[in-house]
Nanobody, 126 residues
């Protein structure tokens, strides 16, 4: 049973930083892809970033390029999302997701992921 537990959300002023963590358990994740998505009230779930656990290759949404960085710690089975220069439009619930096998072109598709965490709230004040 795959479990994903997010943490690190909170309230921050515009221009500030937060680091989200996603602790993964229940599998050997060496061949998984892990992604971060977010969902603001009244909006669809949106891709933020993904990382291939085996290669370390990363993929970012255009809206966060240059501000957010996804990374992993193999020893801790944890994926991070470092968020810098936060903007009010980044306010959302952030979710961690995992999938065993996925085509690169599907990294940004929520339905392609099999496992989801419960989410962590990020609020950016102006």
């Amino acid at each position: 049973q795959v479990q994903l537990v997010e943490s690190g959300g909170g309230l921050v002023q515009a221009g500030g930083s937060l680091r989200l963590s996603c602790a993964a358990s229940g599998r050997t994740f060496s061949t998984y892809t892990l992604g971060w998505f977010r969902q603001a009230p009244g909006k669809e779930r949106e891709f933020v970033a993904a990382i291939s656990w085996s290669s370390g290759s990363t993929y970012d949404a255009d809206s966060v390029k240059g501000r957010f960085t996804i990374s992993r710690d193999n020893a801790k089975n944890t994926v991070y999302l470092q968020m810098n220069n936060l903007k009010p439009e980044d306010t959302a619930i952030y979710y961690c997701a995992a999938v065993l096998a996925i085509a690169t072109k599907a990294f940004g598709v929520p339905d392609a992921y099999d496992y989801w965490g419960q989410g962590t709230q990020v609020t950016v004040s102006s």
